[in-house]
């Protein structure tokens, strides 16, 4: 058994397994001068420094003058892709939008592309480096969608890569199927055949290899609209396959209403909401999760968190960590980007990327907060004055130890 004693304080604590909204957002639970009881991987106890009992033969672990708070749940990333794609940046400083770069065959299609003559050890070497970092940072569970893929073989290639880091890798991994991503180049003058091809053939194909956990789609102007992905949720849905929705973000594309109308799991981005979403965010289970490095990359406006926040919906952060909106998976920036951008409180942040983003993944009765029973997946701090330092500290993380 290890003891970790002497915490400066434990941070969300007792959180079970709901969500964090409204009001509430506004607190972290906390325990001052504290300890830590780990066993066979799990949390089995924690408490005041004055209850803890030095008689029992423990592995101490000292941390004085040191925080622990648990790690964060990525629950949006596309973090299996087979090249960077820095030249489009530059593209973009000479004023090309990402609109315009994708349609000119660049930007997700170039991503395909590469994915489809990459070697899958490759693929699966290179995001395995790319998690390790990630965990690093601080990163205790992660949702990774496909999409780079577009065909049923590379769709599959895909998602047989996140399996394969599912079974090598410690942290908890979700599978997010996103085969209505982009349209490939030879559906671009029939649609409806490329939609057809996921229903019939790539989404029953990649759940009964038992590689899916979610569906996803990109719901906005050139990519798909409202009615074609509601016809592909409507089979996903009927395959059991929850849903997830990439949504309003460069403008206001129905997204969010079709989510919630499906009861998704979460509707992510939303740079562009209207009095209408947020009425059906404030009364839904549905996670409203907020990408803020995507945001900054694109060099676009940020979401409303704090009207998200005031309308009672559950907000999340995740990095979408992928080569060309996001090429970062450090969720101590995001949280930074968050207070400095959204104007989230330290509370906020560390609300939205830890327990509800574990909502968001469903992974909320393994991780997102300090509970007994729960996985010991948590991070040390430097030490620091307060637990502000962690937005605060946006170049270099206020991290001393990550535990998974
Ligand atoms: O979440 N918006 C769509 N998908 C990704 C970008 C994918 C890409 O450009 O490769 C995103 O921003
Ligand atoms: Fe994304």
């Not at 000292?62 to 940046?89: K, N, Q």
Request: aromatic share 8%; charged share 20%; proline share 3%.
């Amino acid at each position: 058994m290890q003891a970790y004693i002497n915490i400066k304080s434990i941070v969300q604590t007792n959180r079970g397994k709901v969500a964090v909204r409204g009001e509430n957002m506004a607190f972290l639970p906390t325990i001052d001068d504290g300890f830590l009881l780990i066993d066979n991987k799990k949390i089995v106890d924690f408490g005041s420094m004055s209850v803890f009992d030095f008689e029992k033969n423990h592995e101490i672990i000292d941390c004085t003058d040191r925080y622990i708070l648990p790690t964060y749940c990525d629950s949006h990333t596309h973090v299996v892709f087979a090249a960077t794609r820095e030249a489009e940046l530059l593209q973009r400083l000479k004023g090309a939008s990402y609109l315009e770069i994708a349609a000119a065959g660049g930007g997700i299609l170039n991503s395909a592309l590469r994915l489809q003559t990459c070697d899958e050890q490759q693929l699966y070497d290179d995001a395995f480096y790319r998690i390790e970092k990630m965990i690093q940072t601080g990163t205790g569970a992660i949702e990774i969608k496909s999409g780079y893929g577009l065909s049923v073989d590379a769709e599959l290639k895909m998602l047989r890569v996140i399996r394969k880091l599912k079974e090598n890798l410690t942290l908890p991994i979700k599978a997010t199927l996103l085969a209505a991503h982009a349209f490939p180049a030879i559906y671009k003058s029939n649609r409806a055949a490329y939609v057809a091809l996921i229903i019939d053939q790539i989404l029953p194909q990649c759940v009964d290899a038992g590689l899916v956990d979610y569906c996803d789609a990109f719901v906005e102007n050139g990519f798909f609209t409202v009615a074609e992905a509601d016809q592909i949720f409507e089979k996903a849905s009927a395959l059991n396959i929850k849903i997830k929705v990439h949504a309003n973000q460069l403008s206001n594309s129905g997204g969010v209403k079709l989510g919630v109308g499906y009861n998704a799991t979460s509707v992510d981005h939303l740079e562009h909401l209207d009095a209408e979403d947020y009425r059906l965010l404030s009364g839904s289970d549905t996670v409203a999760t907020l990408l803020p490095s995507a945001a900054f990359f694109l060099n676009d406006s940020m979401p409303d968190a704090i009207e998200l926040i005031k309308n009672n919906a559950i907000v999340a952060l995740a990095s979408d960590y992928n080569p060309g909106t996001s090429p970062s998976g450090n969720m101590n920036f995001v949280n930074s980007l968050a207070a400095i951008k959204m104007k989230m409180t330290t509370e906020m942040c560390i609300n939205a990327s830890t327990i509800n983003g574990a909502f968001a993944m469903d992974v909320h009765h393994q991780l997102g907060s300090i509970d007994i029973g729960k996985n010991a997946s948590f991070i040390i701090t430097e030490k620091i004055q307060s637990i502000d330092a962690m937005p605060y500290s946006f170049g270099s993380p206020s991290i001393y130890k990550v535990i998974i």
